[in-house]
């Protein structure tokens, strides 16, 4: 499968999202379906490398799975506002190469 830019993927859920009359979620709505998915998320990790073990009955789940659902609801919520998501990518990578240059221990470059 080709790989996909921002930009395609928030083309790609908006024809998504612009076939049901419902449209967009409200932000409000969007942030608590997004606290929703972390919380999934947060579950799966704590089953995975935590010391929480699933009980027998409980499904399996995936990260990878829960990672999409949250990449997902934050397209939604970028397309909602009217936001493009490879200038957020690029404004916060310009934030922590400038503010955080000097922050942590870099690798030797041998």
Same mark, same amino acid.
């Given at each position: 499968?080709? *790989?996909?830019?921002? #930009?395609?993927? +928030? &083309? ?6 612009? +076939?049901?009359?419902?449209?967009? /979620?409200?932000? !409000?709505? !969007? $942030?608590? &379906? ?6 999934? !998320?947060? &579950? ?7 010391? @929480?073990?699933? @009980?027998?009955?409980?499904? *399996?789940?995936? $990260? ?7 990449? /997902? $609801?934050? $397209?939604? /919520? #970028? %397309?909602? !506002? ?5 200038? #957020?990518? %690029? %404004?916060?990578? &310009? @934030?922590?190469?400038?503010?955080? #240059?000097?922050?942590?221990?870099? @690798?030797?470059? *041998?």
């Amino acid at each position: 499968m080709k *790989e996909k830019t921002l #930009a395609e993927m +928030q &083309r790609e859920v908006d024809e998504y999202i612009s +076939q049901f009359k419902e449209g967009y /979620f409200s932000p !409000l709505a !969007l $942030i608590a &379906r997004m606290s929703e998915e972390l919380g999934e !998320l947060a &579950r799966e990790v704590n089953h995975t490398y935590g010391e @929480k073990p699933k @009980k027998p009955d409980e499904p *399996e789940g995936s $990260i990878e799975l829960e990672l999409g659902d949250i990449l /997902f $609801i934050t $397209i939604c /919520f #970028a %397309n909602s !506002l009217g936001m493009d998501l490879t200038e #957020a990518h %690029n %404004n916060v990578m &310009r @934030k922590f190469s400038t503010r955080d #240059a000097d922050r942590w221990t870099k @690798k030797d470059t *041998e």
